[in-house]
């Protein structure tokens, strides 16, 4: 395990990497014996940097739920991040492209918690019965670190590659809808690229927020009302450029849109 002085260190360095938009190398190679606890660690840290900045923590994003994310990635096992307040964007947003390091977008679901979930031992219908309402995503991936030969640690300590969400269509209560048979269409500039099935994230949506609070009890920390938590993607991750327009089509549950300018 690392020091709490290279903890310090690769975490002041995460945030430089995200004012300037420029990667850090990956830390795997840098830091031996670096394992997953020290990345939360560093994660952590990082997080409460831009705390003291002014952002304000508003939720949860799941990472590598789906076996099509962890096929894209070659990473097995999912990972969590935090959302701050200026992460969640509106729907139909303009996006400035410039803002992200090698942006891509994914098609996910959210959760609107209006209970505390504190693990261990959750289960989906914990979840769903402490959510207010599920609602369509979209998530742009940013990368504070260099992707290429990216391992678990590197992800985690990169806040698990969360850069902002959008959010639209229709919001729906938990019990109203079979979240795992919630579709969604991705296109890019008008033309399909994507598509995917809610159930694609550990069989439920749901059971990745379960994970969630189980982990995050790990770390002495849960989940609170009021979070907006990202379940994961149920699509591979789609590059996007500057000029890009990005919609996703819930069917029933409505679109999800944004442009890259």
């Not at 803002?99 to 979840?127: C, S, W």
Request: hydrophobic share 45%; net charge negative.
């Amino acid at each position: 395990m690392l020091d709490a002085e290279a903890i310090q260190q690769i975490a002041d360095e995460l945030v430089e990497a995200g004012r300037t938009r420029t990667p850090v190398p990956l830390l795997h190679t840098r830091y031996e014996g670096m394992d997953i606890e020290d990345s939360y660690a560093v994660q952590k840290l990082w997080a409460s940097r831009l705390e003291a900045q002014g952002k304000r923590v508003v939720g949860r994003k799941i990472g590598l739920t789906s076996k099509a994310m962890q096929a894209a990635t070659g990473i097995s096992e999912p990972d969590y991040g935090v959302i701050f307040d200026d992460m969640v964007l509106e729907n139909g947003s303009v996006v400035d492209w410039n803002r992200y390091t090698h942006p891509r977008v994914e098609v996910e679901l959210a959760f609107k918690l209006n209970q505390d979930l504190k693990g261990p031992g959750i289960t989906i219908f914990d979840v769903l019965d402490a959510t207010d309402y599920v609602v369509p995503a979209l998530e742009i991936l940013d990368s504070r670190i260099e992707m290429q030969g990216r391992t678990i640690v590197d992800t985690i300590s990169d806040n698990a590659a969360m850069g902002a969400m959008v959010v639209g269509g229709r919001p729906v209560r938990p019990h109203d809808v079979d979240l795992r048979w919630v579709s969604a269409l991705l296109y890019q500039n008008q033309e399909i690229v994507e598509t995917g099935v809610a159930a694609g994230v550990l069989n439920h949506p749901a059971k990745g927020v379960a994970w969630l609070a189980d982990k995050l009890a790990q770390h002495g920390q849960s989940l609170r009302a009021g979070d907006l938590v990202l379940a994961g993607s149920f699509t591979r991750p789609m590059w996007v450029y500057a000029g890009d327009t990005v919609y996703a089509d819930y069917g029933p549950l409505g679109t999800v849109t944004c442009r890259f300018v």
